[in-house]
């Protein structure tokens, strides 16, 4: 198994429908980045955590997050976009209960 994961791939159907109009072809749009992950132990909770941030930082690139002043709606985009990519990652590579369990709990705190 590779090494590398994509953190990402956002569905029109899982955010589009709560969304305003302006954020539609964003939503439409896949993107995906790559989080290498290759000299990190996922099942210690200091190798989960830096992986966890790298994914967490590579889903508000793929979800275009932004700052500056924003709409509520954008808000609420982009929190339920990053949320979905991170969950999606980490679904990806958490293929063994160990490393499942190490991300689990860096995710939670």
Same mark, same amino acid.
């Given at each position: 198994?590779?090494?590398?994961?994509?953190?990402?791939?956002?569905?029109?159907?899982?955010?589009?429908?709560?969304?305003?109009?302006?954020?539609?072809?964003?939503?439409?749009?896949?993107?995906? !980045?790559?989080?290498?992950?290759? +000299?990190?132990?996922? %099942?210690?909770?200091?190798? /989960?955590?830096?992986?966890? $941030?790298?994914?967490?930082?590579?889903?508000?690139?793929?979800?275009?997050?932004?700052?500056?002043?924003?709409?509520?709606?954008?808000?609420?985009?982009?929190?339920?976009?990053?949320?979905?990519? !991170?969950?999606?990652?980490?679904? +990806?590579?958490?293929? %063994?209960?160990?490393?499942? /369990?190490?991300?689990?709990? $860096?995710?939670?705190?």
């Amino acid at each position: 198994m590779s090494r590398t994961v994509l953190a990402g791939l956002i569905t029109a159907t899982l955010i589009a429908a709560p969304v305003a109009p302006a954020f539609a072809d964003q939503a439409n749009t896949q993107r995906q !980045v790559a989080v290498d992950f290759t +000299s990190t132990d996922l %099942t210690t909770p200091a190798g /989960a955590k830096n992986v966890l $941030a790298k994914i967490e930082s590579a889903a508000e690139v793929v979800c275009g997050v932004r700052t500056g002043t924003k709409s509520l709606t954008e808000l609420r985009f982009e929190r339920d976009c990053v949320e979905d990519a !991170v969950d999606r990652a980490i679904e +990806s590579i958490g293929s %063994t209960p160990r490393r499942r /369990a190490a991300l689990d709990a $860096a995710r939670a705190g």
